[in-house]
């Protein structure tokens, strides 16, 4: 099956820096690389997602890349804020009749410093 | 519109004790999901079901069971509790043909 690891375990940046997390997959076949943010007490929840047809995707501070060639995604967020403080999880899914099942990285604290 | 509610919230259960988790949704979602996430470690998907009265096991299935007779309702429940299963549960659903899962807020439980 997919195996999606995530690096680093922890970031700690200051206000004002760009944080990128990284992720490596091991199933070829996957096709869709979503992010998620978790803050504390709650669920993750989307922030962003890239489709393999598409090398980079951006949406005003954060943007992901993906190299299909290299099997790996990066989520970059610039100009980081302390409400970017929180637990990120990269993912990994091939389309499926079975339904979208989510392969998740072991997530990245990021903690944003004022 | 609650979107995934998950209850309860928090739970202490013995070792042998059984308990069910609910989650229902008003999305009129047709995919829904169970997670764990241990301290530390991503998410790892133990059920999953593409509509009501279809379920398939994910990653970690031991030790749970799942039923969808309606398209709101997932309920997630632990036989002979095991502390192995001190973890935070998540469920989710999402839309067929789209990516985005959508998530409750979590159930803490704790086997002692």
């Known amino acids: 099956g997919e195996n999606v690891e995530q690096h680093p375990s922890t970031l700690s940046v200051q206000e004002g820096d760009s944080a990128v997390i990284k992720c490596t997959y091991s199933?070829?076949?996957?096709?869709?690389f979503p992010w998620y943010k978790q803050e504390l007490g709650k669920g993750p929840q989307l922030i962003i997602d890239i489709r393999s047809n598409v090398g980079e995707k951006k949406d005003q501070r954060i943007a992901v890349t993906l190299n299909k060639t290299a099997k790996h995604f990066s989520l970059h967020i610039t100009e980081t804020q302390p409400e970017d403080s929180a637990v990120y999880f990269c993912a990994a899914s091939k389309a499926s009749g079975a339904g979208n099942m989510l392969t998740f990285g072991g997530g990245t604290r990021l903690m944003v410093k004022p | 519109n609650a979107g995934v509610t998950q209850t309860p919230k928090f739970r202490i259960l013995k070792i042998g004790q059984s308990m069910t988790l609910q989650c229902t949704q008003d999305m009129n979602h047709n995919y829904m999901y169970w997670y764990r996430q241990d301290p530390g470690m991503g998410l790892k998907l133990i059920y999953y079901s593409v509509g009501a009265g279809i379920t398939d096991k994910g990653e970690v299935p031991n030790g749970y069971n799942v039923s969808r007779s309606t398209t709101e309702d997932f309920p997630l429940r632990l036989e002979l509790a095991a502390p192995s299963q001190t973890s935070v549960y998540f469920c989710?659903?999402?839309?067929?043909?789209?990516?985005?899962?959508?998530f409750g807020e979590g159930s803490r439980l704790t086997v002692l």
């Open positions: 199933d070829s076949a996957s096709n869709y």
């Open positions: 989710a659903t999402g839309l067929a043909g789209t990516g985005e899962l959508f």
